[in-house]
């Protein structure tokens, strides 16, 4: 299972920015994904993930209202839309699958990983 993140970058406060993460080495459509994050000196956390089916999601408190999750399964893509994005967003953000159909909001519940994508909100 290979995941590329992509789409980070420097964005003011109140921009917005897309992320993507593209799959391969795996039927794309069964499993669940997440993206979690990482800002200097915190510890990974989770922002949101969403099931196989793309039926079910789950957000951080943080983020509702500004981050929407998708996925298209034909393009095996999934996708992070991020809006009204504040200095406190700024982390490195890490796609992942669990390869079950099923997220979990726990890290280590994830063996796949991508290589991570840097956004920087300036104040």
């Known amino acids: 299972v290979q995941l590329q993140a992509s789409g980070g970058g420097l964005v003011q406060a109140g921009g917005s920015l897309r992320l993507s993460c593209a799959a391969s080495?795996?039927?794309?459509?069964?499993?669940?994904m997440a993206w979690f994050r990482q800002a200097p000196g915190k510890e990974r956390e989770i922002v949101v993930a969403?099931?196989?089916?793309?039926?079910?999601?789950y957000y951080a408190d943080s983020v509702k209202g500004r981050i929407t999750i998708s996925r298209d399964n034909a393009k095996k893509i999934v996708y992070l839309q991020m809006n009204s994005l504040r200095p406190e967003d700024t982390a490195v953000y890490y796609c992942?699958?669990?390869?079950?159909?099923?997220?979990?909001?726990?890290?280590?519940?994830?063996?796949?990983w991508g290589q991570g994508t840097l956004v920087t909100v300036s104040s």
């Open positions: 969403i099931s196989g089916g793309g039926s079910s999601t």
């Open positions: 080495g795996h039927t794309f459509s069964l499993y669940s």
């Open positions: 992942a699958t669990n390869r079950n159909y099923r997220y979990s909001t726990t890290g280590d519940e994830y063996p796949y």
